[in-house]
């Protein structure tokens, strides 16, 4: 848990961040057992900027004109204070590579768009993953003293890793689309851990989810075809221009062969379809990069959703609940 809070007067830019992240990467050396930073960042009084929220519901899908915020938009809030956490010198994982496995979200109540909140973002805590390590950040939104609004995400560095007998081994299954993504989403494999000695591994997809937890597509809902300024506008709406999902020549800096749609934007557009009641808990996996310009699959069923593409790939799956 944190340790001491940090005060901030405003909301960072993101821009001077991931220059800086970017940067440290190659002198970072991640291991699960790492120091990592201990501050929480404190962000009061914040205000939403109306016009930027609007555009974020059109670019997501979300009606607009609403008093109450998309279940979504708090993790865009805190998203320029976990980029100061990651980017920073006393973070252990590289910014470059690093891959946004999953989000949890719990909304306790419906959030005014034109209240004041305070904003609280720290580390929680490293943890090994079969590839590499994974990092979880906590974005939490108060209200009068209250949690209204809380998240649990997860950062995965791919990195050698030690075997049973001690000797490193490469991270395996690292995809092409993987490389070069500082902070965002590619590809999520599941948290997976090494049976006893003499015990059989379960047989895994290539995402690396276990064969018995492997099910039928989804029905589907509707079918979506996605422009290729989809990041673009996102990004004018968030704040996150990355690179990789502004334009196919920057896009292919970073090994994708054409732009990619944030993940983030895949997880709102979907509820935004699905719908949430005010109290909630939502969990979705990021498991593969939504190529722009692309058509996929929305579908849904009993509270799961997902996202899937050509020979129903899934680029997103999860569920939603009231609490």
Known sequence: MADASLVLTGSPSLAPLLAR????????????????????????GLRVDLARLAAYERVCGFPTGQDALPLTYPHVLGFPLAMRLMSGR?????LLGLVHTSITITRHRAMPATGAH?????????????????????????????????????????????????????????????????????????????????????????????????RKPLPAVAEWRLAGDVGRRYGAASGDRNPIHLHPLTARLFGFPRAIAHGMWTVARCLAAHGTPDSCHVRAEFRAPVLLPGTVTY?????????????????????????
Not at 21 to 44: H, V
Not at 122 to 145: F, S
Not at 153 to 164: E, K, M, Q, V, W
Request: aromatic residues 6%; charged residues 30%.
């Open 21 to 44: 992240g970017a940067l440290l990467s190659p002198f970072k050396r991640p291991a699960p057992d790492a120091e990592f930073p201990r501050t929480r960042l404190l962000l009061p």
């Open 90 to 94: 006393d973070f252990p994982l590289p």
């Open 118 to 214: 305070e904003l609280t973002v720290y580390v929680e805590g490293l943890a090994p993953h079969r590839r590499g390590t994974e990092a979880t950040v906590v974005t939490e939104v108060r209200e009068d003293g209250d949690v209204v609004w809380e998240s649990r995400s997860t950062y995965l560095a791919r990195h050698r890793t030690r075997g049973p007998a001690g000797e490193h081994r490469e991270a395996a299954g690292t995809p092409r689309e993987a490389t070069g993504t500082p902070g965002d989403v590619s590809r999520a494999p599941r948290e997976g851990t090494r049976p006893p000695r003499g015990e059989a591994v379960a047989p895994r997809d290539e995402a690396g989810t276990p064969r018995e937890e492997m």
């Open 299 to 323: 579908g849904a069923q009993d509270g799961r959703f997902e996202l899937r593409g050509r020979e129903d790939r899934i680029h997103l799956s999860g569920d939603v609940y009231s609490t």
